[in-house]
T-cell receptor
Framework: EAGVVQSPRYKIIEKKQPVAFWCNPISGHNTLYWYRQNLGQGPELLIRYENEEAVDDSQLPKDRFSAERLKGVDSTLKIQPAELGDSAVYLC??????????????FGPGTRLTVL | AQSVSQHNHHVILSEAASLELGCNYSYGGTVNLFWYVQYPGQHLQLLLKYFSGDPLVKGIKGFEAEFIKSKFSFNLRKPSVQWSDTAEYFCAVRNDYKLSFGAGTTVTVRA
């Protein structure tokens, strides 16, 4: 079974440029998460989707970050414009959404963003 | 807001030594507890999880963890480590749907 797929794996951009990350969750997983992991820290949730609905985006900096999951499968996270402090690893995770509170999240390899 | 504390930032030990990584959380309600591992160059992988029942849970690769509710702790243990256990270990706590991670502990096992 294929795991969570993310692309690109690495991205280097200059500040003020836009950037987008793509995620394809495990087949059949209804719940999708985007996390940001700063150096030396654990992942922090940015947004959670149940199918195509963003059910928790309270931690998403909405002035520059946006996300979509139009058909309830793959998802895109965008930053526009990027700032130096956005340098981090952006992780996507998915879970089946069937078990509710006992769901287990499975993580992709992440996209390492460097903003110069 | 809940928080997760991992006591050690970096642990260095020799092969065959025993390992114990501490994890404490602040939330007082019902929680689910996880340990994830990230091997060099790889993605986060689930090591073990606790939802309910026996507070001593066994995971993959000989790891186990004990949930002590009164201490708000979920410490990870392995009686004899191998060089291949070199990795970063993250404790995570879920309350409702929100998963909160500790800062991680880097474990270096010397051959």
């Amino acid at each position: 079974e294929a795991g969570v797929v993310q692309s690109p794996r690495y991205k280097i951009i200059e500040k003020k440029q836009p950037v987008a990350f793509w995620c394809n969750p495990i087949s059949g997983h209804n719940t999708l998460y985007w996390y940001r992991q700063n150096l030396g820290q654990g992942p922090e949730l940015l947004i959670r989707y149940e199918n195509e609905e963003a059910v928790d985006d309270s931690q998403l900096p909405k002035d520059r970050f946006s996300a979509e999951r139009l058909k309830g499968v793959d998802s895109t996270l965008k930053i526009q414009p990027a700032e130096l402090g956005d340098s981090a690893v952006y992780l996507c995770a998915s879970s089946s959404g069937i078990s509710g509170r006992t769901d287990t999240q499975y993580f992709g390899p992440g996209t390492r963003l460097t903003v110069l | 807001a809940q928080s997760v504390s991992q006591h050690n930032h970096h642990v260095i030990l020799s092969e065959a030594a025993s390992l114990e990584l501490g994890c404490n959380y602040s939330y007082g309600g019902t929680v689910n507890l996880f340990w994830y591992v990230q091997y060099p160059g790889q993605h986060l992988q689930l090591l073990l999880k606790y939802f309910s029942g026996d507070p001593l849970v066994k995971g993959i690769k000989g790891f186990e963890a004990e949930f002590i509710k009164s201490k708000f702790s979920f410490n990870l243990r392995k009686p004899s480590v191998q060089w291949s256990d070199t990795a970063e270990y993250f404790c995570a706590v879920r309350n409702d749907y929100k998963l909160s991670f500790g800062a991680g502990t880097t474990v270096t096992v010397r051959a």
